[in-house]
Structures are given as C-alpha cells and as structure tokens.
C-alpha cells in the first residue's frame, strides 16, 4: 500500500447508506440479473467508500468436498470491491487481486462480503474486503472466513469499444457503457 494515499470524494451518484445498488453491468457473471449463469450478487451502500455484499453459496459453487471453490470466492471478491469503486462514480478494471481462504466454508452459507476503498493514487484505487458466513452451518458473524486486497484501474468508455463486438444481447448500466 503506498504512503501516498489520495482520499476521493464520495461521488453524487453512490446510494445513500443502506441504499441498494444497482447492477453495474446486467450480463455481469457477479450481479447481472440477465445471466443465466451468474451469482446474482447483491450490494448496499455504507456510509463511505464502501459497501456489503452478500452471496448464497449454492452447491454448483462447490470445490472441494462440501465447500466453496476458491475461484468463486475470488469472483465474489472481486465484484465486492468493484463495487465499492462505484462510489467514485466512474469505470473501474481489475488489475490486481489476491486472497487469503481462512476458514472452509460450507455449501449452503450465505456470506457478507464488506469491501471498501483505501485510497487512490492517480488512476490507481487501492481496496480491501473481508468475508463472514451469516447464516448457514458454522454461521458466525464475527470471524473473518477470508480477505483481500485488490488494485482497480479507473478507465474511459473506450476501454470496452475495443470488446464491443463480444457483447451478447442489449445489457444495460449505469456507466452508459451500455453501447458496447
Ligand atoms: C469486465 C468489466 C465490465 C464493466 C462493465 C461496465 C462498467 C463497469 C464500471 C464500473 C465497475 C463497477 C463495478 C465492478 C464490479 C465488478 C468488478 C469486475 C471487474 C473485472 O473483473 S474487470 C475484468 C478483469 N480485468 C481486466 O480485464 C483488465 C485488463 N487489463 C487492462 O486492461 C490494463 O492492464 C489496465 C487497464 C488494468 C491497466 O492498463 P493501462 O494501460 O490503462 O494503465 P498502465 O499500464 O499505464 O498503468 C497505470 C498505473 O497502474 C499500475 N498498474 C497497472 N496494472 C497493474 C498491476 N496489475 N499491478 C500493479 N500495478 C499496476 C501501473 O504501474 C501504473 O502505475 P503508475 O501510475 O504509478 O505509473
């Protein structure tokens, strides 16, 4: 984490606290609700730079025996603190990820997944997260299941011309990106 940390406005658009947030992209395999396949992610607004999401964990999302797949907790993470960007108000990309997997957790748990923004540095957004089992066979809110920290990228309109073509059907977002 560099010292030079900016701390950014809280852009107009953000919900309030406790406000849903809506889908950034509706074929997201994260939040989308025009995917078929996805996880159907759901988000609230903190009251700053931050947001909770929360994820069923369905069987199809198994890895091991009777657990989680890591990479699903990956995505799930991902989407978390992509949201939080949406309290800057303008298009982010992923370009760093890492986790650490503390804990099993079961099929059939739902997580909370709370992902903030810790600062910005020029067009880099620096974020962090943390996931707790709220319902479910070992549901404890208080112990932290799994973490990470991740490096989004802010990014213009024409960062998604370049993929337009790959576009399946009319998806709709907020960002107006919705042309590509
Ligand atoms: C697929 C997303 C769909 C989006 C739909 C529409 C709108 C969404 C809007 C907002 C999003 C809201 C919610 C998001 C929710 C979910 C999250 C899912 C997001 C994803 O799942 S998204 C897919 C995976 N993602 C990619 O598909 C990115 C592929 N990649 C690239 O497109 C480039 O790689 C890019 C743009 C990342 C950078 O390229 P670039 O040319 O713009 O920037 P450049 O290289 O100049 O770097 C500038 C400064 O960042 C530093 N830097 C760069 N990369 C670094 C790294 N990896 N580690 C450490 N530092 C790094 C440099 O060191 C320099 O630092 P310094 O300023 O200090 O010099």
Not at 123 to 144: F, H, L, Q, W
């Given at each position: 984490?560099?010292?030079?940390?900016?701390?950014?406005?809280?852009?107009?658009?953000?919900?309030?606290p406790g406000g849903?947030?809506?889908?950034?992209?509706?074929?997201?395999?994260?939040?989308?609700?025009?995917?078929?396949?996805?996880?159907?992610?759901?988000?609230v607004?903190?009251?700053?730079?931050?947001?909770?999401?929360?994820?069923?964990?369905?069987?199809?999302?198994?890895?091991?025996?009777?657990?989680?797949?890591?990479?699903?907790?990956?995505?799930?993470?991902?989407?978390?603190?992509?949201?939080?960007?949406?309290?800057?108000?303008?298009?982010?990309?992923?370009?760093?990820?890492?986790?650490?997997?503390?804990?099993?957790?079961?099929?059939?748990?739902?997580?909370?997944?709370?992902?903030?923004?810790?600062?910005?540095?020029?067009?880099?957004?620096?974020?962090?997260?943390?996931?707790?089992?709220?319902?479910?066979?070992?549901?404890?809110?208080?112990?932290?299941?799994?973490?990470?920290?991740?490096?989004?990228?802010?990014?213009?309109?024409?960062?998604?011309?370049?993929?337009?073509?790959?576009?399946?059907?009319?998806?709709?977002?907020?960002?107006?990106?919705?042309?590509?």
């Open positions: 984490m560099p010292d030079d940390l900016a701390a950014p406005e809280r852009a107009p658009s953000f919900p309030a849903q947030l809506p889908q950034h992209w509706s074929k997201c395999f994260g939040c989308g609700d025009d995917q078929p396949a996805g996880m159907t992610m759901t988000f607004a903190g009251e700053g730079l931050d947001v909770t999401g929360r994820l069923e964990v369905a069987k199809k999302y198994q890895g091991g025996p009777g657990v989680i797949h890591g990479g699903i907790l990956t995505t799930a993470f991902d989407e978390a603190q992509g949201m939080a960007c949406m309290s800057l108000g303008t298009a982010v990309v992923t370009g760093h990820l890492e986790v650490d997997f503390a804990r099993p957790i079961p099929l059939g748990s739902v997580l909370e997944i709370h992902a903030r923004i810790d600062g910005t540095v020029r067009r880099k957004v620096y974020t962090s997260a943390e996931a707790r089992i709220v319902s479910g066979p070992t549901a404890d809110p208080d112990a932290v299941v799994a973490t990470s920290r991740a490096l989004f990228l802010t990014v213009g309109a024409e960062h998604f011309e370049k993929v337009k073509n790959f576009v399946d059907g009319t998806p709709s977002s907020p960002f107006e990106t919705s042309s590509v």
